[in-house]
């Protein structure tokens, strides 16, 4: 059982460029959420889901896109990478809303 | 700003004494989750204590809850050195559905 996978664990992009993190599931949760980490400020909801196809913004959503086309897939979006962005990406599911979360190794990205 | 704040934001401590991390939030909610954190790794749930318990313990995990002063503690007993981590509140709140974290308490247990 593979809980909740995240691709790629490590990245460097230059400023401008796109790229996609990818968060998967495999416990059929309904519930998915992405999280950057930066040192001294905790972790910091970017954007979550609810339910396949549905998308909603956290307290940093700027800069980022999101998108649940299938129920254990939830992918997020950099179009254009500022070094803002560098940070530790974490993704993490639950099963309903009051459930503990479960989260996955995390995607240290790094903007040059 | 963040939902959630810890108190102290670093603990050092002996192995076998008692740590306790605070947590205060801002805005009403369904219940409140504690989370342990190794470096380098995701973070892993300890324990979940429901808007309407006070109290709830987990074998040497002890939470408690105070909604009308919007905090919460953590207490572990007996430390041991492999409890040495990150430690982090996190608030659920009513109709967003979100899972917010505070900024975490650094405990550092030594031999």
């Known amino acids: 059982n593979a809980g909740v996978t995240q691709t790629p664990k490590f990245r460097v992009l230059k400023t401008g460029q796109s790229m996609t993190l990818l968060c998967a599931q495999d416990?059929?949760?309904?519930?998915m959420y992405w999280y950057r980490q930066d040192p001294g400020m905790g972790l910091r909801l970017i954007h979550y889901?609810?339910?396949?196809?549905?998308?909603a913004k956290g307290e940093v959503p700027d800069g980022y896109n999101v998108s649940r086309l299938k129920k254990q897939n939830f992918l997020l979006g950099l179009e254009s990478a500022a070094p803002s962005q560098t940070s530790v990406y974490f993704c993490?599911?639950?099963?309903?809303?009051?459930?503990?979360?479960?989260f996955g190794q995390g995607t240290r990205l790094t903007v040059v | 700003s963040q939902q959630g704040e810890e108190d102290p934001q670093a603990l050092s401590i002996q192995e076998g004494e008692n740590a306790t991390m605070n947590c205060s939030y801002k805005?009403?909610?369904?219940?409140l989750q504690w989370y342990r954190q190794n470096s380098g790794r995701g973070l892993v749930h300890l324990i979940l204590?429901?808007?309407?318990?006070r109290e709830k313990h987990s074998g040497r995990l002890r939470v408690t809850l105070d909604t009308s002063k919007k905090s919460s503690s953590l207490l572990i007993t007996a430390s041991r050195a492999a409890d040495t981590a990150s430690y982090f509140c996190?608030?659920?709140?009513?109709?967003?559905?979100?899972?917010?974290f505070g900024t975490g308490t650094r405990l550092q247990v030594t031999l």
């Open positions: 889901s609810v339910g396949e196809g549905t998308t």
């Open positions: 993490a599911s639950s099963s309903q809303v009051a459930a503990e979360a479960f």
């Open positions: 805005t009403s909610i369904n219940n």
């Open positions: 416990m059929n949760h309904e519930y």
């Open positions: 204590i429901r808007s309407n318990e």
């Open positions: 996190a608030t659920l709140t009513g109709t967003a559905s979100k899972l917010t």
